[in-house]
């Protein structure tokens, strides 16, 4: 068993899932009103493991880590798709780049 004293040197993503009660919405509508889901605490996720809420600033940090991570994924999807548009994108044929028209 290592020894630690202190924080964590970095955060971890921890497992989230969608709140029971108000279905990921983060809001419920028991009558007439829309009124903030108590369990989430409007959040609409809660901790996997136990089922309660995050503190916000728990909340917070986890939202990051994954916006992060998303951000990430669509830097790398575009790099592949400029890629592959530019594959596609040829000079052309021809002297100079162009292409060969017949006239």
Not at 37 to 65: H, N, W
Request: hydrophobic residues 30%.
């Amino acid at each position: 068993m290592k020894k630690r004293s202190g924080p964590a040197l970095k955060q971890e993503k921890r497992p989230l899932k969608p709140c029971p009660i108000c279905h990921g919405g983060g809001f419920v509508k028991p009558m007439f009103h829309q009124m903030p889901c108590d369990r989430c605490e409007a959040s609409g996720v809660v901790c996997k493991e136990t089922g309660d809420s995050l503190a916000m600033a728990d909340l917070i940090i986890q939202l990051r880590i994954r916006l992060t991570e998303r951000n990430q994924e669509l830097v790398e999807v575009r790099r592949q798709m400029a890629a592959m548009r530019a594959e596609s994108n040829g000079r052309g044929y021809g002297a100079g780049g162009s292409r060969y028209h017949g006239d």
